[in-house]
Nanobody, 116 residues
């Protein structure tokens, strides 16, 4: 079955770049019409959609995060990556990768804390 697994550092210093990887198994990230999203949930707050990479490589971002966010992929490893620049403590959250723009299948999430 299709599985998604997020990985990356749990602690990031302020002003640095947060980088996470989502490894997809059981499906190809280049399958026609597939899309893969990053979503986060800060403590005590709701879910926030960050962006998506589509099967042919196009990317789309949340307007509020677009200036700091980059999503890329490594097709040889079947992985999706998230890079968030100039992080602040407000970027502390559980970060999820999900299948599709609306996320019909999610990874287990990974906690990232921004702190010195």
């Amino acid at each position: 079955q299709v599985q998604l697994r997020e990985s990356g550092p749990g602690l990031v210093p302020p002003s640095q770049t947060l980088s996470l990887t989502c490894t997809v198994s059981g499906a190809s990230i280049t399958t026609t019409y597939s899309a893969w999203s990053w979503i986060r949930q800060p403590p005590g707050k709701g879910l926030e959609w960050m962006g998506v990479i589509v099967y042919e490589g196009s990317t789309y971002y949340s307007p509020s995060l677009k200036s700091r966010t980059s999503i890329s992929r490594d097709t040889s490893k079947n992985q999706i990556s998230l890079h968030l620049n100039s992080v602040t403590p407000e970027d502390t959250a559980v970060y999820y990768c999900a299948r599709g723009e609306l996320g019909d299948l999610w990874g287990q999430g990974t906690q990232v804390t921004v702190s010195s």
